[in-house]
């Protein structure tokens, strides 16, 4: 029962606002849970269904299988020719619930039953740091350095290009908002195409209340607000919800992604020429999985009953959203059938500290996301472990003193509307689900360079390319660590703060100039120690570099660029050497080129110490000890790859 309440429980994301106030963490369900709505695949069209479905014709087949299992339901949409979500007479809680599903499952004609279940936006600790006021520099745009050292390098992409509003990116969430000054319609030179809504209001009052425009599905996916008030956590609907303000959270997506730039206003967007399609699937509090399913397939390109052919379709998904869970079927089905068109889906990986991924985002062949602190460490609230692919910044309160504004969250285009819309500003949020729009960003520039990647390609491209983890804070656990665990009243050390490894944290830090170089470009990856001791050999291997797409690798190099006198090189095969060096700290080089003639260098640092002494470093992103101040600098921003 804990981990179903889990799984229904609240993860998503961060509000802040002008006032930088964060949304508390969604309580469990008062009692035992409940499911109002199923979802039901058939297993056939043996009625001979398209996809474009008849809604006669699903009710006439809800109707027998209702019969058949002496169960009431009601259809409330339907996500594709065969799978629809169902309205039960009444809510159905453990017991009485599994029975129902089992049943269902067990007829013939179905290949499986669900609970509808609900996602929510990533939410975040109610931590007074979390309750100043946001600074308006957007950090994690710029280049590295050592204060902002999980800064994702915007400059560096953008010289190789702005993007192309060919590569549409899909932002699932609670809406858009046209009228927003660094985002309008594209049809007017803005950023947001047309879109859809798939929240509303079909079978019972409480859908009409979680929709909150008083309407179904239809082409108008303005976000209306998401606030909960005290009237409304008297509803069962949203009795395991918070009382809060509206979020706004979709258009600060969308900002993230693609808002105007270079216009002398407000913020830039990670895709200068990108264009956004709103696909709205969240209302008050949640969305349901159906819903979301059926947003995902139509933003891709995938036929829906009910709803018009999608006339701009995505290359890529960002799903800001999620709850902790295991991926079901009809989540597993979709990112199936959507990775078939390869459209690439983007997924935060949840904001509740916990040693796993939300869902979807744990579904395989979709890219999680964790977030990270300016200085790269794992921000408190994120979720962690070997599900993430790879971590972005996620925006962390810094404060200087008492009264002081919030430092290093994320900056983009926001509402001052408490519950309605109202001025159209800027303000800072924190959680992954602003750590998952940079990666989706990315990913749409890349494709701007090679729209021919696959997802695959694209995957492993953005992981090899990413930035080595700092060197460990020694006041902070690894998240990898087993000591890193919360006590008996659910508490983790140091608030949730941790030094990322690449078993906990994804492959590394997210590096838009490398991962945008590397659509059309080789990638030099090494894999080997930071450490040595003087006299004995030790190995690095170069054999997960790539080639530039639908190329082949021609040569590797490797060279010494700085250490003391002595060090020597010996290749042992293609890819791989062997360093021999006296004590000291050395920076080697692999250059790799590719038979298309694109080379790439990569720079790492190894530490030798005397054949008596200890090694002065450590292993899988450890520091190096620094030659100087400058020298400290210079290491910390060179772009190792090793085991942790």
């Known amino acids: 029962m804990k981990s179903f309440r889990r799984w229904l429980a609240a993860l998503a994301l961060a509000l802040l606002g002008t006032s930088a106030a ?75 619930l599994d029975l129902l599903l089992r049943r269902l499952a067990a007829d013939p004609a179905v290949e499986y039953a669900v609970p509808d279940g609900r996602k929510y936006r990533a939410a975040v600790p109610n931590d007074p740091l979390f309750n100043q006021a946001p600074e308006t520099g957007q950090w994690w745009l710029t280049t590295p350095n050592s204060t902002f050292v999980s800064a994702i390098d915007g400059p560096a992409a953008w010289a190789l290009t702005v993007g192309d509003p060919g590569i549409v990116v899909a932002v699932l969430d609670t809406g858009a908002m046209f009228e927003h000054p660094d985002m309008g319609r594209a049809t007017e030179g803005g950023k947001f195409l047309a879109g859809y809504d798939f929240v509303g209001g079909v079978g ?51 900002g993230i992604i693609g808002a105007r730039t270079n216009n002398g206003v407000g913020v ?21 999985d159906s819903d979301i399913l059926a947003g995902m397939r139509w933003a891709g390109g995938l036929e829906v009953p009910g709803v018009p052919t999608n006339p701009t379709p995505a290359r890529v998904l960002n799903l800001s959203l999620g709850s902790l869970g295991e991926c079901g079927l009809p989540y597993r089905g979709v990112v199936d059938e959507l990775r078939a068109r390869d459209v690439l889906v983007v997924a935060a ?21 964790t977030a990270l ?37 994320i900056v983009s285009a926001d509402n001052a509307g408490s519950r309605e819309p109202g001025a159209m500003i800027y303000g800072g949020k924190l959680g992954t689900s602003f750590s998952t729009p940079m990666v989706a960003g990315v990913a749409a520039l890349m494709l701007s360079r090679d729209p021919q990647l696959t997802n695959a390609e694209l995957i492993e491209r953005l992981r090899l390319t990413s930035r080595v983890f700092p060197a460990p804070d020694p006041a902070l656990l690894s998240c990898s660590d087993p000591a890193f665990v919360a006590d008996a009243s659910g508490n983790l050390p140091n608030d949730g703060q941790c030094n990322c490894t690449s078993s906990s944290c994804g492959e590394g830090m997210l590096d838009a100039g490398r991962a945008v170089r590397a659509a059309t470009n080789a990638v030099a990856v090494v894999d080997g120690p930071s450490t040595a001791v003087q006299g004995r050999a030790v190995t690095f291997d170069a054999a997960r570099s790539l080639p530039a797409p639908r190329s082949q690798l021609a040569s590797y190099r490797w060279s010494i660029v700085s250490g003391p006198a002595g060090g020597s090189l010996s290749s042992s095969s293609a890819s791989s050497t062997q360093f021999i060096g006296n004590a000291g700290d050395y920076v080697l080089r692999l250059t790799v080129t590719d038979t298309r003639g694109t080379a790439d260098s990569y720079d790492f640092a190894v530490t030798v110490a005397g054949s008596g002494g200890s090694v002065g470093g450590s292993g899988g992103g450890g520091a190096v000890a620094p030659w100087s101040l400058f020298a400290g600098l210079a290491l910390l921003l060179l772009r190792r790859r090793f085991g942790t």
Not at 30 to 57: C, H, Q, T, Y
Not at 214 to 242: I, M, N, Q, T, Y
Not at 358 to 365: D, F, T, W
């Open 22 to 96: 964060a949304e508390r963490p969604r309580p469990p369900a008062a009692g035992e849970p409940f499911a109002e709505r199923v979802i039901v695949k058939f297993r056939d069209n043996a009625i001979g269904l398209s996809e474009a479905a008849r809604p006669p014709l699903i009710e006439a087949r809800m109707r027998a299988l209702a019969q058949r299992q002496a169960v009431k339901m009601t259809l409330a949409r339907s996500v594709s020719g065969r799978t629809h979500a169902f309205w039960l007479e009444r809510p159905l809680r453990g017991r009485d």
């Open 373 to 409: 602190r300016h200085v790269g460490t794992k921000v408190g609230f994120a979720n962690y472990g070997a599900g993430v692919t790879i971590a972005a910044p996620g925006g962390n309160c810094v404060n200087v003193g008492v009264g002081q504004p919030c430092l290093y969250p």
């Open 268 to 288: 830039a967007g990670i895709g200068w020429n990108t264009l956004v399609l709103p696909v709205r699937v969240l209302g008050k509090c949640f969305g349901y």
């Open 204 to 254: 019972t009052a409480d859908a009409v209340r979680v929709a909150n425009d008083g309407d179904g599905r239809d082409p108008d996916p303005s976000d209306p607000g998401d606030w909960v008030s005290s009237a409304d956590r008297r509803e069962r609907v949203f009795s395991d919800c918070d009382v809060s303000d509206s979020s706004w959270h979709g258009v600060h997506i969308g």
């Open 349 to 369: 990986a949840g904001n509740d500290s916990a040693r796993a991924v939300a869902s979807p985002g744990n579904c395989p062949g979709v890219i999680s996301v």
